[in-house]
C-alpha cells in the first residue's frame, strides 16, 4: 500500500550558473569503466569554476567520487546535483533501438539500481556541503527510454533515500511525463527536474526560446506547489541527420539559444543546468557528426566553442 507523503517545507532552490558535467575525454567511456583521472577532472573543474557554481552527475560511479575528492581536496566553490543511473527493470517496445531484456538482465539490473542508491546515499552523506541535492534517476519514464522503471518502483527509491540523508531529492525527466504519468512521484520528490530540447524536436531556432517556456511553463503550472528547475537544456553543434536536420545544428545556434535561455532564467530566477559543459565522443553510433556527441560548450578538447569564446579566449592557441 502505498503511503501518504509527510508534508515537508517547501524547497528553495539556489540561484546561480549550473552545468552538466561529463568528463570523459577521448578514448575514455562509462561504457567500459575508462573513467578520467584525478588530474584530468581537476583540469576540468579550474575551467569551469569561473563561471559556475553548480554541477550536474548522472552516476555515483568512480566518476563522480573524483569529481567530489577534486572539489573538497581543491577547495573549490562548486555544487552538485548527484544523480542515480538507472538500467532498464523492464523491457520497452516503444523504445526507437533495442530494448529488450531477459528476466536474468532485469533482475541484475534491478540489483546493480538498489546498490546505485545505496551508493549515493554515501557520497551524500559523505560530501554533506557539497551535494546540495540528489536525483534518483535520468529519463528513466519517457516513452522512448532504453533504462524504464516504474514510477511506483521510483516511488520506492526515494523514500529509501529520504530515510538516511536530509538533502533535497529530485528526478531528472523529459517534460512529457511530468504532465501525467509522474504526478504520484511528484507527490514525493523536493523539487521537479525538466529537460528541454527544441532542437531534437525539429523547432528553429526564432521559436525555440518560446518552445522551451511553453515545455516548462506547462509543468510548473500543472505542480504549483512544488519548485521546476531545468536539469537538461541545450543545443547540438553538429549533426549527421539523425534526430536533428543538418542545417539546425552550428556553434551559431548553440550561442544564440544559449544567450537568450540565460536571459529568460535569469531574469525568471530558475535554476538552469546548460547541457553539457564538453563534447562527449564516447556517445550515440561511431559516426563522427552523431549529434548525441556535440552538445559541449566546449569540445572534447577542451577548446572553447564560439558560445564561449569571448569568456575562455585564453584556452584557445595564439
Same mark, same amino acid.
Given at each position: 500500500?502505498?503511503?501518504?507523503?509527510?508534508?515537508?517545507?517547501?524547497?528553495?532552490?539556489?540561484?546561480?550558473?549550473?552545468?552538466?558535467?561529463?568528463?570523459?575525454?577521448?578514448?575514455?567511456?562509462?561504457?567500459?569503466?575508462?573513467?578520467?583521472?584525478?588530474?584530468?577532472?581537476?583540469?576540468?573543474?579550474?575551467?569551469?569554476?569561473?563561471?559556475?557554481?553548480?554541477?550536474?552527475?548522472?552516476?555515483?560511479?568512480?566518476?563522480?567520487?573524483? &569529481?567530489?575528492?577534486?572539489?573538497?581536496?581543491?577547495?573549490?566553490?562548486?555544487?552538485?546535483?548527484?544523480?542515480?543511473?538507472?538500467?532498464?527493470?523492464?523491457?520497452?517496445?516503444?523504445?526507437?533501438?533495442?530494448?529488450?531484456?531477459?528476466?536474468?538482465?532485469?533482475?541484475?539490473?534491478?540489483?546493480?539500481?538498489?546498490?546505485? $542508491?545505496?551508493?549515493?546515499?554515501?557520497?551524500?552523506?559523505?560530501?554533506?556541503?557539497?551535494?546540495?541535492?540528489?536525483?534518483?534517476?535520468?529519463?528513466?519514464?519517457?516513452?522512448?527510454?532504453?533504462?524504464?522503471? !516504474?514510477?511506483?518502483?521510483?516511488?520506492?527509491? &526515494?523514500?529509501?533515500? @529520504?530515510?538516511?540523508?536530509?538533502?533535497?531529492?529530485?528526478?531528472?525527466?523529459?517534460? &512529457?511525463?511530468?504532465?501525467?504519468?509522474?504526478?504520484?512521484?511528484?507527490?514525493?520528490?523536493?523539487?521537479?527536474?525538466?529537460?528541454?530540447?527544441?532542437?531534437?524536436?525539429? @523547432?528553429?531556432?526564432?521559436?525555440?526560446?518560446?518552445?522551451? @517556456?511553453?515545455?516548462?511553463?506547462? &509543468?510548473?503550472?500543472?505542480?504549483?506547489?512544488?519548485?521546476?528547475?531545468?536539469?537538461?537544456?541545450?543545443?547540438?553543434?553538429?549533426?549527421?541527420?539523425?534526430?536533428?536536420?543538418?542545417?539546425?545544428?552550428?556553434?551559431?545556434?548553440?550561442? $544564440?539559444?544559449?544567450?537568450?535561455?540565460?536571459?529568460?532564467?535569469?531574469?525568471?530566477?530558475?535554476?538552469?543546468?546548460?547541457?553539457?559543459?564538453?563534447?562527449?565522443?564516447?556517445?550515440? !553510433?561511431?559516426?563522427?557528426?552523431?549529434?548525441?556527441?556535440?552538445?559541449?560548450?566546449?569540445?572534447?578538447?577542451?577548446?572553447? @566553442?564560439?558560445?564561449?569564446?569571448?569568456?575562455?579566449?585564453?584556452?584557445?592557441?595564439?
Amino acid at each position: 500500500m502505498t503511503k501518504t507523503p509527510t508534508k515537508r517545507q517547501r524547497y528553495t532552490p539556489p540561484s546561480g550558473n549550473a552545468i552538466c558535467y561529463s568528463g570523459y575525454r577521448r578514448h575514455q567511456s562509462p561504457q567500459d569503466e575508462s573513467f578520467p583521472s584525478y588530474e584530468e577532472i581537476a583540469e576540468d573543474l579550474s575551467i569551469l569554476v569561473s563561471q559556475w557554481q553548480f554541477l550536474r552527475l548522472y552516476d555515483c560511479s568512480l566518476h563522480a567520487k573524483r &569529481v567530489l575528492d577534486v572539489i573538497k581536496t581543491e577547495q573549490l566553490p562548486l555544487q552538485v546535483m548527484l544523480g542515480a543511473n538507472m538500467r532498464a527493470e523492464h523491457s520497452n517496445p516503444s523504445c526507437p533501438w533495442d530494448a529488450n531484456f531477459t528476466e536474468a538482465q532485469l533482475l541484475h539490473n534491478r540489483e546493480a539500481n538498489a546498490q546505485e $542508491i545505496e551508493d549515493m546515499i554515501a557520497l551524500a552523506k559523505a560530501h554533506p556541503t557539497t551535494v546540495f541535492s540528489v536525483s534518483v534517476g535520468n529519463e528513466a519514464s519517457v516513452e522512448w527510454s532504453d533504462h524504464q522503471v !516504474s514510477v511506483e518502483q521510483l516511488i520506492l527509491y &526515494v523514500r529509501r533515500i @529520504k530515510a538516511e540523508i536530509q538533502q533535497p531529492v529530485t528526478f531528472c525527466e523529459n517534460y &512529457v511525463p511530468w504532465s501525467d504519468k509522474l504526478a504520484p512521484l511528484v507527490a514525493e520528490l523536493d523539487f521537479i527536474s525538466l529537460h528541454t530540447y527544441p532542437v531534437w524536436e525539429y @523547432k528553429a531556432i526564432d521559436i525555440a526560446l518560446d518552445y522551451t @517556456k511553453d515545455n516548462y511553463y506547462t &509543468v510548473a503550472e500543472r505542480y504549483p506547489d512544488i519548485p521546476v528547475v531545468i536539469t537538461e537544456a541545450g543545443w547540438a553543434t553538429a549533426s549527421n541527420g539523425r534526430g536533428i536536420e543538418t542545417w539546425n545544428a552550428s556553434q551559431d545556434l548553440q550561442a $544564440i539559444y544559449y544567450k537568450a535561455l540565460m536571459e529568460w532564467t535569469r531574469d525568471a530566477d530558475i535554476l538552469t543546468f546548460v547541457f553539457e559543459a564538453f563534447d562527449e565522443p564516447w556517445k550515440g !553510433s561511431s559516426e563522427e557528426l552523431e549529434p548525441e556527441k556535440h552538445w559541449g560548450l566546449f569540445t572534447v578538447d577542451r577548446q572553447p @566553442k564560439l558560445v564561449m569564446q569571448e569568456i575562455f579566449a585564453h584556452l584557445i592557441p595564439t
